[in-house]
Antibody, heavy 121, light 113 residues
């Protein structure tokens, strides 16, 4: 069974940092690209950042470029998002999501349940 | 960035009737070299993560009921739910994966009339 389990969300002050993790099981992690997608309270979905199966970066949305870094450890079946210089507008539920397959990068067929990040003073 | 705009923002449909959701992209999301349209649809029920319904504009994901269908080309797309069921109450999102940043529509909330 495919499982994606996010962790690391917390309440943090503006300007602070957090590292989100996503533990993967049930499939061969290094065969798939991955992404982080966020959803602010009561709002829609926003793709944050993506990473290819070999660790190459797919990209970031403009609002997080230079502040967030996506990475993966294929040996540990884990995906990460290092979040620095956090702002109030980064408050959201952060999902990790799996690319459907090679050739469909950007289509997400499995999602975790999300981890909540709240940026507040 | 490619902007995705959905209409309507919400709609109420009677059980067994058809629901139609529109999505417009600010740029063509058809890749001419492979003739594939880089457009997906997701369903998000309350308190749950999104679920993939459709990709390549009209290919139904494995396990998705046949009452869900996607159509369209270029910049105009439609998700149709035939014979709406109670379990279809959700917010539906279109998304382009033609170019990064991958972007979603604002969502359409479907309710029972």
């Amino acid at each position: 069974e495919v499982q994606l389990v996010e962790s690391g969300g917390s309440v943090v002050r503006p300007g602070g940092s957090l590292r989100l993790s996503c533990a993967i099981s049930g499939f061969s992690f290094d065969d798939y690209g991955m992404s982080w997608v966020r959803q602010a309270p009561g709002k829609g979905l926003e793709w944050v950042s993506g990473i290819k199966r070999n660790g190459g970066i797919t990209g970031h949305t403009d609002s997080v470029r230079g502040r967030f870094t996506i990475s993966r450890d294929n040996a540990k079946n884990s995906l990460y998002l290092q979040m620095n210089s956090l702002r109030a507008e980064d408050t959201a539920l952060y999902y990790c999501a799996r690319d459907a397959a090679v050739g469909t990068e950007g289509v997400f067929d499995f999602w975790g349940q999300g981890t909540q990040v709240t940026v507040s003073s | 960035d490619i902007v995705m705009t959905q209409s309507p923002d919400s709609l109420a449909v009677s059980l067994g009737e058809r629901a139609t959701i529109n999505c417009k992209s600010s740029q063509n999301v058809l890749y001419y070299s492979n003739k594939k349209t880089y457009l997906a649809w997701y369903q998000q029920k309350a308190g749950q993560p999104p679920q993939l319904l459709i990709y390549w504009a009209s290919t139904r994901e494995f396990g998705v009921p046949e009452r869900f269908s996607g159509s369209g080309s270029g910049t105009n797309f439609t998700l149709t739910i035939n014979s709406l069921q109670a379990e279809d109450v959700a917010v539906y999102y279109c998304q382009q994966y033609y170019s990064t940043p991958w972007t979603f529509g604002q969502g359409t909330k479907v309710e029972i009339k």
